[in-house]
């Protein structure tokens, strides 16, 4: 089993910046990916951007391309979403999620495909 725990939610104006973190704990050592969902009132959870945590290789969403960076730091067993830029339609709830087995394609999108879930931060932007 593994347990995520997010945090560094909060309020900032258009055209800010956060930094979201999750920190993992338990049988970390069988993860392969790491990603961050969001879902905003009224629609779908979407997924934000997704990490190979044995290549490091990073993948994102079209809408947040060149605006946020996920990473990882391993001695902590923690990932990081940092967003910069952001833009009223980034507001949502914001979910770690993470992965145990190998993904392709859209998989990595679905949430229905990551088993594990932190419980969620909130990200609001004013305009």
């Known amino acids: 089993q593994v347990q995520l725990v997010e945090s560094g939610g909060g309020s900032v104006q258009a055209g800010g910046s956060l930094r979201l973190s999750c920190a993992a704990s338990g049988d970390t050592y069988s993860l392969k990916y790491m990603g961050w969902f969001r879902q905003a009132p009224g629609k779908e959870r979407e997924g934000v951007a997704v990490l190979n945590s044995g290549t490091g290789r990073t993948y994102y969403t079209d809408s947040v391309q060149g605006r946020f960076t996920i990473s990882q730091d391993k001695a902590k067993n923690t990932v990081y979403l940092q967003m910069n830029s952001l833009k009223p339609e980034d507001a949502a709830v914001y979910y770690c999620?993470?992965?145990?087995?190998?993904?392709?394609?859209?998989?990595?999108?679905?949430?229905?495909?990551?088993?594990?879930w932190g419980q969620g931060t909130q990200v609001t932007v004013s305009s």
């Open positions: 999620a993470a992965r145990d087995d190998w993904l392709y394609g859209r998989e990595l999108w679905d949430p229905a495909k990551f088993p594990y």
